[in-house]
């Protein structure tokens, strides 16, 4: 099986910056694709960002290009998503998750615990 543990993840005003970190374990040569998911309260999982295997194939949700970087470490079994100009509607628990094909959206087969992102305004 493969374990994704998340940390980063806290309250920061509106406007700064966050780095979410994503380590994996176990059968982590399963995960050809990892990524980030998220949900606010009272809503639906919202695809966030995504990458492949090498790291050079990149997705994200419109909500958030242009301020979010995913990158990843093989050698580390890590990704990583950089958030900068954060808004108070980013406001959500970040999940990592990883699978076999890279999706844009909340279906992947591994999925961390979560780590909660607050954005005051």
């Known amino acids: 099986q493969v374990q994704l543990v998340e940390s980063g993840g806290g309250l920061v005003q509106a406007g700064g910056s966050l780095r979410l970190s994503c380590a994996a374990s176990g059968r982590s040569g399963r995960l050809y694709a990892m990524g980030w998911i998220r949900q606010a309260p009272g809503k639906e999982r919202e695809f966030v960002a995504a990458t492949n295997w090498d790291g050079d194939l990149n997705y994200y949700g419109d909500s958030v290009k242009g301020r979010f970087t995913i990158s990843r470490d093989n050698a580390k079994n890590s990704v990583y998503l950089q958030m900068s100009n954060l808004k108070p509607e980013d406001t959500a628990v970040y999940y990592c998750?990883?699978?076999?094909?890279?999706?844009?959206?909340?279906?992947?087969?591994?999925w961390g615990q979560g780590t909660q992102v607050t954005v005051s305004s």
């Open positions: 998750v990883g699978g076999t094909t890279v999706l844009r959206r909340a279906q992947y087969d591994y």
